[in-house]
Nanobody, 124 residues
Framework: QVQLVESGGGLVQTGGSLRLSCAAS????????MGWFRQAPGKEREFVAA????????YYADSVKGRFTISRDNAKITVYLQMSSLKSEDTAVYYC?????????????????WGQGTQVTVSS
């Protein structure tokens, strides 16, 4: 079992930056592919970014490519999402998730463990 706790959300102005953290419990964290998803009010949950268990491969949604960076520190059992050049359309609850089978998936149903989410609000 893996427990995930996100932090770092908040209110930021358009063009600003935030860094989200996802702290995990469990020694198996370092073997899991990790992802970030987000859900805006009235919309479906969508893929944002993902990272392989080793950190050697990263994946991004087109909407955040070049602005967001995903990384992980397996020693600290934490995954990060550095967000820059934030736009109002980035406003959402951000969730981190873990995939036990390392599928490299963009789909939320392929992830086994989820955090409770952290709110990011970008104001113009």
């Amino acid at each position: 079992q893996v427990q995930l706790v996100e932090s770092g959300g908040g209110l930021v102005q358009t063009g600003g930056s935030l860094r989200l953290s996802c702290a995990a419990s469990g020694r198996t964290f370092s073997r899991y592919h990790m992802g970030w998803f987000r859900q805006a009010p009235g919309k479906e949950r969508e893929f944002v970014a993902a990272i392989s268990w080793s950190g050697s491969r990263t994946y991004y949604a087109d909407s955040v490519k070049g602005r967001f960076t995903i990384s992980r520190d397996n020693a600290k059992i934490t995954v990060y999402l550095q967000m820059s050049s934030l736009k109002s359309e980035d406003t959402a609850v951000y969730y981190c998730a873990a995939d036990r089978k390392n599928r490299g998936s963009y789909y939320s149903y392929d992830y086994d463990y989820w955090g409770q989410g952290t709110q990011v609000t970008v104001s113009s």
